[in-house]
């Protein structure tokens, strides 16, 4: 089992900036694939952006040049730090790790971008 444990979400006007951070922890080895999802009200939940199987970075075209993705292995933490915010932004963010054909997530922190 892995844990997944978000923090850093909150409100922020326009413009701002806020970095989440996410703590793996339990039967971790080596986890490859990690990254952050979001979910905003009444849509599906959308890749923001990941480390992948090959340890290359994937962003989604709509933070690109805005959110930067970051990890600490001997940690095992991952963060996102979100810059030029949106109020589309706005969602619940999710840490996600897949690890041996498995999915885990965090519980999700809030974000919301005021305008």
């Known amino acids: 089992q892995v844990q997944l444990v978000e923090s850093g979400g909150g409100l922020v006007q326009a413009g701002g900036s806020l970095k989440l951070s996410c703590a793996a922890s339990?039967?971790?080895?080596?986890?490859?694939?990690m990254g952050w999802y979001r979910q905003a009200p009444g849509k599906q939940r959308e890749l923001v952006a990941t480390f992948t199987s090959g340890s290359s970075i994937e962003y989604a075209d709509f933070v690109k040049g805005r959110f930067t993705i970051s990890r600490d292995n001997a940690k095992n933490t991952v963060a996102l730090q979100m810059n030029s915010l949106k109020p589309e932004d706005t969602g619940v963010y999710y840490c996600y790790a897949h690890l041996f054909g498995l999915y885990y997530w965090g519980q999700g922190t809030q974000v919301t971008v005021s305008s």
């Open positions: 339990g039967t971790i080895y080596n986890i490859n694939v």
